[in-house]
């Protein structure tokens, strides 16, 4: 969190900046080594605190915590959070038609559609699993920049979403791949989660962020999903009053809100600092943590199609890694 918020200012894209000029640049002088090595040490960092959303999402639902009650929990906690910061960078939340359409759309996109479906999702896979699934944006991102002419195929990006989709039938049809037979429903509902994340993504390359700071962006869709969500998970019964002694239920949920602000925060220091290209990387960490994490604190274990499933999508994700002159913005 530290490390975003004190390089807020470079959260413009600069896409020259890519894996590309990381690499070469190690070999340069002793400056331009230290840079490097900070970017990949954050990179590193903000994978793995990002990663921790999922099986602390597991442990919330574990505890009684259900999907609407987790969003406006962990959307208050991004309000709190960041209205701090919008508030000691001496900024305000615009409210103008242009500013209220996009938090309206990032709140339903990036937050209440997609995270009601994954933690719905999470009641019943493996963290690790709803993790594999997640890699899977960039994957679905891809054509719809495509239709939108906001990118461009190749043939190496078709074979990646060739690689994708097969790591996803890996996971869904043999019997031993999941806990069981049953689950494969699931994990059709978590791709529901990556494909709000994708029309995220591509919408906000397409319609600008109207000026907007990233911050002011999340901020405000994060009042919108907290006003939206408080009603309909009073209504549903999802709705959970925090009590004390606190349960591990609720330190997961305040837990996750924190990872998730802050590792968004971090990523957008990254993109501007290492450019998108490098930024992108981050999907193989935050995949590779989210199995990791979800072995350490869950006890999860996975069966060898699984692990095959997380491979072939992975190079998927690499096949398909933004081009230097894609439009698509990076999913909040």
């Avoid at 910061?85 to 937050?111: C, D, E, I, S």
């Amino acid at each position: 969190m530290a490390l975003g918020l004190a390089m807020l200012h470079l959260s413009q894209v600069h896409h020259e900046t890519g894996c590309n000029a990381l690499i070469f640049g190690y070999f340069h002088k002793g400056k331009i080594v230290n840079r490097n090595l900070i970017l990949i040490a954050a990179l590193v960092l903000i994978a793995a605190v990002w990663a921790l959303t999922f099986p602390l999402t597991k442990i919330a639902v574990l505890g009684g915590y259900r999907n609407l009650g987790i969003i406006f929990w962990s959307s208050t906690i991004s309000v709190v959070v960041l209205g701090v910061v919008v508030a000691l960078r001496g900024l305000v939340v615009p409210l103008h038609p242009a500013a209220l359409l996009r938090y309206g759309f990032v709140a339903l996109f990036g937050t209440v559609l997609p995270s009601a479906a994954s933690y719905t999702a999470a009641e019943h896979l493996p963290a690790g699993v709803i993790s594999v699934c997640m890699s899977m944006i960039p994957l679905l991102a891809l054509p719809l920049a495509i239709c939108l002419g906001l990118d461009r195929a190749t043939p190496g990006r078709i074979l990646g979403l060739a690689l994708g989709l097969s790591g996803v039938l890996m996971i869904t049809l043999p019997d031993a791949s999941l806990p069981g037979a049953a689950l494969a429903g699931y994990v059709l509902l978590a791709m529901l989660a990556v494909l709000c994340y994708a029309l995220e993504s591509v919408g906000l390359g397409r319609l600008g962020r109207a000026g907007l700071d990233p911050i002011q962006l999340l901020l405000g869709a994060s009042i919108i999903a907290a006003i939206v969500t408080l009603p309909i998970a009073l209504v549903a019964g999802t709705f959970i009053v925090p009590v004390l002694p606190v349960s591990k239920a609720e330190v997961a949920v305040v837990l996750s809100g924190l990872a998730n602000t802050a590792a968004y925060v971090g990523f957008v220091w990254i993109i501007g600092s290492g450019g998108a290209v490098f930024a992108s990387q981050v999907a193989y960490l935050v995949t590779g943590f989210g199995v990791l994490w979800s072995m350490i604190l869950l006890g999860e274990s996975y069966s060898i199609w699984i692990w095959c499933a997380v491979t072939v999508i992975l190079a998927g994700v690499f096949l398909t890694q933004p081009h230097p002159k894609s439009k698509t913005a990076p999913a909040a």
